[in-house]
């Protein structure tokens, strides 16, 4: 009996810490998305935003590990609410693989993923896609005055973007891939779910994600055409 209750509370103290990394990681992605919004013309294109249908925010992704080919980065993803305003619960996705070109110097680099059309959202909510040949994808333009509707961002179902080193910029993602992470999605909402169920309103959005909501809806609260 002393063995099964000791058991029982080491489980306990485990899921506890589980739990607590997809909390911080949560108030991670709200404080990169908060800064990098915050940097005067120099944050992603308000009209770029507002136009998109996804976002995909990967705070600390280490550096190394597309050369190792291991996991190296922990995100969420949110989509617009289908009335076109607001931002659903956060699913959770891990991104592995990609380009040694991407990394851009520093030991962590956060990321943003826009993604800018219903293919691109269905393509991002199956359980696995890599971007570049699953789906299309270009380095995002920067600057919130900047011109949007460029060729790359006009054809591309997925803008990327990074920060490392307190320097903000379009990057290409080309080889990622990205898959839904169900450990973390478990931590959030118990077991049997899947990204596709989160975002299409299938959950109610955790408590530790109402800080990253909120500042979505601060910066767009409605998808514009």
């Given at each position: 009996?002393h063995?099964?209750?000791?058991?029982l509370?080491l489980?306990?103290v485990?899921?506890f810490?589980?739990?607590?990394e997809?909390?911080k990681?949560?108030?991670n992605?709200a404080?990169?998305?908060?800064e990098?919004m915050g940097?005067?013309?120099?944050?992603?294109?308000q009209?770029?935003?507002?136009?998109?249908?996804?976002?995909?925010?990967?705070?600390?992704l280490?550096?190394?590990?597309?050369i190792?080919?291991a996991?190296y980065g922990r995100?969420f993803?949110t989509?617009?609410?289908?009335?076109?305003?607001g931002?659903?619960?956060p699913?959770?996705?891990r991104?592995?693989?990609?380009s040694?070109?991407?990394?851009?110097?520093?030991?962590e680099?956060d990321?943003?993923m826009l993604v800018?059309?219903e293919?691109?959202?269905?393509?991002?909510?199956s359980?696995?896609f890599?971007?570049?040949?699953d789906?299309s994808a270009?380095?995002?333009?920067?600057?919130r005055?900047?011109?949007?509707?460029?060729?790359a961002?006009?054809r591309?179902e997925?803008?990327?973007?990074?920060?490392a080193?307190?320097?903000?910029?379009g990057?290409?993602?080309?080889?990622?891939?990205l898959r839904?992470?169900?450990?973390?999605?478990?931590e959030?909402?118990g077991?049997?779910t899947?990204?596709?169920t989160?975002?299409?309103?299938?959950?109610t959005a955790p408590a530790t994600?109402?800080?990253l909501l909120d500042?979505?809806?601060?910066?767009s609260?409605r998808?514009?055409?």
């Open positions: 009996m063995i099964l209750r000791t058991g509370l489980f306990s485990a899921a810490a589980q739990e607590s997809s909390a990681r949560l108030n992605a404080t990169v998305f908060d990098i940097i005067s013309e120099k944050s992603i294109p009209k770029i935003l507002d136009k998109s249908h996804c976002a995909v925010i990967v705070p600390g280490k550096k190394g590990a597309f190792i080919g996991k995100g993803v989509c617009r609410n289908k009335s076109g305003a931002w659903s619960a699913g959770a996705v991104v592995e693989g990609g040694v070109g991407f990394q851009i110097g520093g030991s680099t990321v943003v800018m059309n293919k691109g959202a269905d393509r991002l909510l359980n696995k890599t971007i570049g040949a789906a270009a380095a995002g333009p920067v600057g005055t900047a011109q949007a509707e460029t060729d961002t006009l591309a997925i803008l990327t973007w990074s920060r080193r307190g320097v903000f910029a990057i290409s993602l080309q080889g990622a891939t839904q992470d169900g450990d973390s999605l478990t959030m909402y077991s049997g899947d990204n596709k989160v975002v299409n309103g299938g959950k994600a109402k800080r500042l979505l809806n601060k910066y609260s998808k514009t055409s």
